[in-house]
């Protein structure tokens, strides 16, 4: 079972996190591959930059006095492994994006039968809770487990997302990615993919040694 959660805190710095009981051992192929064709590949959550242009994908951000920034939003598993990436302006709510993060799943390499693409569950805080991408998530096979504006807190989701936490904090222990320099939204979004390649090839590769 694939289980995915995103990581969000209701407010504009909208944070994206997958986490699910998928086996690791199954990425693995993808991961290579990824390191082989870095471009093909990206992963999922939401942060600012701050040396940024006015380009595509940046935008004001609400939370630093409306300095052009941008996001990331990866895509994790249950073990905090980046399945995918998305860069988007630091101005666009999650919500927004939740349709893009899951489509941007590669397909997972591994028994017999069509390659798994997309994951069972996906998990979110209250910063993606919408009831038309519940409705689309649940036509697609996948089942939403969001939380609700308003309800009350304890569900749980907390447990899991500390994952997602430590994915950013992973990504952003590249000079590059903390702080986006890079003019060209195209050219940062290299940068985001060799390093998920470099996260995938670092906590995967112990399990095949």
């Not at 951000?61 to 980046?82: E, M």
Request: charged residues 25%; contains cysteine; aromatic residues 6%.
């Amino acid at each position: 079972m694939v289980r995915v959660q995103l990581a969000g805190d209701g407010s504009s710095r909208g944070k994206k996190r997958v986490s699910g009981n998928t086996s690791t051992k199954r990425c693995w192929p993808n991961c290579v591959a990824v390191a082989k064709s870095i471009s093909r590949v990206r992963s999922s959550t939401a942060h600012r930059f701050a040396p940024c242009w006015r380009e595509k994908k940046t935008g004001p951000n609400p939370t630093d006095r409306r300095k052009l920034g941008s996001k990331h939003r990866p895509i994790v598993d249950a073990q905090g492994i980046p399945l995918a990436v998305i860069l988007s302006a630091a101005n666009r709510h999650d919500i927004t994006q939740l349709d893009a993060l899951v489509d941007a799943i590669p397909h997972i390499r591994g028994k017999r039968g069509r390659p798994l693409h997309k994951p069972q569950i996906v998990q979110g805080d209250r910063g993606y809770s919408s009831e038309p991408h519940r409705r689309r998530l649940r036509e697609r096979g996948i089942t939403p487990v969001l939380a609700k504006i308003g309800s009350p807190h304890g569900s749980g989701l907390g447990k899991t997302r500390w994952l997602v936490e430590r994915s950013i904090a992973w990504l952003h222990s590249f000079r590059r990615l903390k702080i986006r320099y890079e003019r060209y939204a195209h050219v940062h979004e290299a940068f985001l993919s060799l390093a998920c390649a470099l996260i995938c090839w670092t906590r995967l590769k112990p399990l095949f040694n």
